[in-house]
């Protein structure tokens, strides 16, 4: 008889508990949400759950697609694009220039071959090793997209952007793939958090004295970006514009001298580490580009018979030309391009403007809900409450349901509205 009630009570306990942990995790889960919303959560314990998630689905996503050609993964890139990116860097990594690619790519952005010949100097030239420093690089991305937006737009916006970034289709794609993305993609978010980082006690009426290495750091990996995938030379201009903005609209600011002197330390540390590269193709080739195939894309894009890069246009120039002449063929037909077409080539680029603010994936749909809440939150200057919520989430929701021809705007006019209320979160923009 004891027997049986002990093990009738242990019974009953366990029952007990298992009815009880749906409502036990409920709570946790609801307690966990409210200090969130509140930002009050443990930043790193945030930060290594997005990490480890972003890491688990990349890996993921390479085991499910390891044998899988590299042509569905990218949509539009040529497959010897890739092959290209990685013949040179197993050639680097051997001292040799063995590869038909170097003839014409030997002009072109130089930082993704020679990281990777690096690596392969080591290990000994392997897919298996690119696509695992692809992981890497994507996987230390997320955790700094999370601590910039924590930084800028506090944790609910930090942990809704780090989530859909950990679970990027197109960028765990991109990671099995030999091209630049990983690389240029991983060098320009660590350009825009080191910024941030530097520029936020400017902001709030301090400095310290090792702000400016960190305005030297954001330059350097902000060049190095654009020496692996050139998409973000602006941005040597644009960041320390807004930032200025931002100062003269903040309340406490710091020294006008050391703010421009660590301004003045960004753009000399951008400016210095793509110099010895421009002046490489200057005395080699007599172009002043980051890649030669800037003047075949710019060609290409001001030219109403192509509108866009397409193999016909590689084809052009006679056969067998030296680079120089190749790149004197097509800035000459970019000019007569400008001439003719000027207003076509303006209404070409406000359409391409309007097709990248529409034509969005929804991962950068949630991006732009995100900015919209943060930032309305934040002009609002309130508590994370439902009333306050509300419009910031109709502002949300407005940019997603907006008309196709206004999806152009919503760059521009979130932006002048953040530099308006002097919000750091401009910077995300």
Do not use: K
Request: charged share 15%; glycine share 10%.
């Amino acid at each position: 008889m004891p027997g049986r009630l002990v093990a009738h009570a242990s019974s009953s306990s366990i029952v007990r508990a298992v009815t009880r942990l749906p409502a036990f995790i409920a709570g946790r889960t609801i307690a966990w949400a409210r200090d969130v919303t509140a930002s009050r959560a443990d930043p790193t314990g945030l930060t290594i759950a997005v990490v480890l998630l972003a890491l688990t689905f990349r890996v993921g996503v390479g085991v499910l697609f390891w044998r899988g050609t590299l042509d569905f993964m990218i949509s539009g890139v040529p497959i010897s694009d890739a092959r290209n990116w990685d013949a040179l860097a197993v050639d680097f990594s051997q001292g040799q220039r063995w590869d038909a690619a170097w003839g014409s790519w030997g002009a072109r952005r130089p930082l993704y071959y020679v990281f990777m010949g690096s690596i392969f100097a080591l290990t000994g030239p392997s897919l298996l090793v690119t696509r695992a420093v692809h992981i890497l690089l994507g996987t230390a991305a997320t955790g700094l997209i999370f601590d910039l937006c924590r930084r800028l737009a506090g944790l609910p916006v930090a942990c809704l952007v780090a989530l859909f970034q950990a679970l990027l289709w197109a960028n765990a794609l991109a990671a099995l793939t030999t091209m630049t993305e990983p690389l240029g993609d991983f060098l320009a978010i660590v350009a825009l958090w080191s910024f941030v980082v530097a520029i936020q006690p400017h902001l709030a009426g301090r400095t310290a004295r090792q702000g400016l290495w960190w305005f030297a750091l954001a330059g350097i990996a902000l060049g190095l970006a654009n020496l692996a995938r050139p998409l973000t030379l602006f941005a040597g201009v644009g960041l320390p514009a807004i930032a200025a903005v931002l100062w003269l609209r903040a309340s406490r600011r710091s020294d006008a001298r050391r703010f421009l002197t660590a301004l003045g330390v960004f753009v000399a540390a951008f400016a210095l580490t793509l110099a010895p590269w421009l002046g490489r193709q200057w005395v080699r080739y007599g172009i002043l580009t980051l890649s030669e195939n800037s003047a075949e894309m710019l060609f290409a894009a001001t030219s109403p018979r192509y509108g866009a890069w397409m193999p016909e246009v590689s084809a052009l120039p006679p056969s067998g030309i030296p680079i120089r002449q190749r790149v004197a063929f097509y800035n000459e037909g970019t000019r007569r391009n400008l001439r003719v077409h000027a207003w076509w080539y303006v209404g070409h680029v406000l359409t391409g403007l309007g097709a990248i603010a529409w034509n969005l994936t929804p991962d950068r749909w949630l991006l732009w809900g995100a900015f919209a809440f943060g930032l309305g939150a934040r002009v609002g200057r309130c508590a994370w409450t439902p009333r306050v919520i509300a419009g910031p989430g109709a502002l949300g929701a407005l940019i997603l349901v907006c008309p196709a021809e206004w999806g152009a705007a919503s760059w521009p006019g979130g932006l002048a509205l953040a530099l308006w209320r002097g919000e750091p979160i401009a910077l995300l923009v």
